[in-house]
């Protein structure tokens, strides 16, 4: 079988379940397709990735709530309001990409990328002493890893490998 053929579920070869892609074409395989070539499932790796990332996430998201909610080492509101906008921002945008990434929805993964983006900043330019540098890096670490996994899952989509 070639490279660019694709396995409808439950299809066999019999019953012409295979359907042939043009070499070279840009045409996607059917939705619900399967690739018909051993290897790493990186759309499972992908899957895990951004569910274990939900998890961590939605964790950052209850910590921060904890804060707004006076469970922190300083009153809520002794701190400063620069720190203050970024507690609640940070609470209910790291929620709600959580979220986002668990249902596997663009909309979450672009909010949570935006997220990251967010805090890398907040972190390199130390705002408000708000992102310790070794957060920064672990969510540069996660946004390299994430676009990584999003070429793999597109290659193999392809049939690339």
């Known amino acids: 079988m070639s490279a660019n053929a694709f396995r409808r579920p439950g299809g066999t070869p019999e019953r012409g379940g295979n359907l042939i892609i043009e070499p070279g074409g840009r045409d996607m395989p059917p939705i619900g397709a399967e690739i018909d070539k051993p290897g ?8 895990l990735f951004l569910r274990l990332m939900a998890l961590v996430w939605l964790f950052k998201g209850v910590g921060y709530w904890s804060v707004v909610l006076g469970l922190g080492e300083i009153p809520f509101t002794e701190e400063t309001p620069l720190r203050q906008a970024l507690f609640i921002a940070f609470s209910l945008l790291d929620c709600s990409a959580a979220v986002g990434i668990w249902l596997l929805s663009p909309w979450g993964k672009s909010l949570w990328v935006f997220v990251i ?10 705002t408000g002493e708000f992102v310790q540098l070794r957060a920064t890096l672990g969510a540069a670490a996660t946004l390299f890893s994430f676009f990584i996994l999003t070429f793999a899952v597109r290659q193999r989509q392809l049939g690339k490998f």
Not at 117 to 125: C, N, P, Y
């Open 117 to 126: 983006v967010a805090e890398i900043f907040v972190g390199l330019t130390q």
């Open 40 to 47: 790493i499932r990186w759309d499972m790796m992908y899957n």
